[in-house]
């Protein structure tokens, strides 16, 4: 290690307390604090060549590679012709469930890009399992244009070209987009004859329709048995309470102790 002269050690330790002085400043617990300004370039950007950096376009790779397979797993269950194929949100949270937990947060995200369409703010398990999730673009060009952008406030850009052009790309919404559910479409069984009528739409087998004529006929005759309200035996008139009156303490014992 070279020995410094004074007046580089003297430069040095002034170098150290200048830039000192200026991260204090930054902190908004330390006495010489003064508010910071920024541009619009570098609003909400870490350092340059900060480690805060680097974690970001680290985190802008990962994100790029969750979109992507967000995208292939949709395109490998969905339904309806490219570009928009669809794929309702029950069955995709069950087969994304599998791989990873962050399936909503993708998907909000992929529709921030422009990648997919779904209606609602946010999407909730059983709530929404009927809401249908629409791809916007083919999986080729996603593939093609999505990258990750290099700068830590926003991660992922996306080539845009003549077919990347989300302005272009209408939203499309399948013919598919009941939201009534597979079980309250079936038939409201009012008597045992109407479960043979509803038999070919519902689908059930013999075990089942037998199962379901057995729980009908129960059913009835509790309801058979059970009195009716009109038929309650009524309280007997009793009259009306005597009023409340004190007790008469006068005669009553006085204990006395002397000490």
């Known amino acids: 290690m070279p020995i410094l002269s004074a007046h580089d050690t003297i430069q040095k330790f002034n170098a150290v307390a200048e830039q000192n002085e200026e991260e204090l400043k930054k902190n908004p617990y330390s006495d010489s604090y003064d508010i910071q300004k920024f541009s619009a370039k570098d609003y909400g950007r870490p350092p340059p060549g900060s480690k805060t950096e680097a974690r970001g376009k680290k985190a802008a790779a990962y994100i790029c590679r ?5 995208c292939e797993t949709i395109e490998a269950n969905a339904h309806g012709d490219p570009p928009h194929r669809w794929i309702k949100f029950g069955p995709l949270f069950t087969t994304y469930s599998y791989y990873s937990g962050s399936l909503v947060g993708m998907l909000i995200r992929a529709r921030k890009y422009g990648l997919l369409h779904f209606t609602g703010e946010m999407l909730y398990q059983v709530q929404d399992d009927d809401k249908v999730i629409t791809m916007l673009l083919p999986l ?21 070209g003549s077919s990347l052009d989300t302005e272009q790309s209408p939203v499309f919404i399948p013919p598919e987009t009941s939201h009534v559910s597979e079980k309250s479409q079936r038939p409201l069984l009012k008597s045992a004859g109407s479960l043979q009528n509803a038999r070919n739409t519902v689908g059930w087998s013999d075990v089942e329709l037998e199962k379901c004529q057995d729980a009908l006929r129960t059913a009835r005759r509790k309801f058979e048995n059970t009195p009716s309200s009109s038929t309650e035996k009524e309280p007997e008139n009793r009259g009306p309470k005597k009023a409340w009156k004190p007790k008469d303490t006068s005669k009553a014992p006085v204990f006395c102790t002397n000490g």
Request: proline share 4%.
């Open 66 to 70: 969750e979109l992507l397979f967000l």
């Open 140 to 160: 080729e060009e996603i593939r093609k244009g999505l990258v990750a952008s290099g700068d830590p406030a926003n991660c992922v850009a996306i080539r845009r």
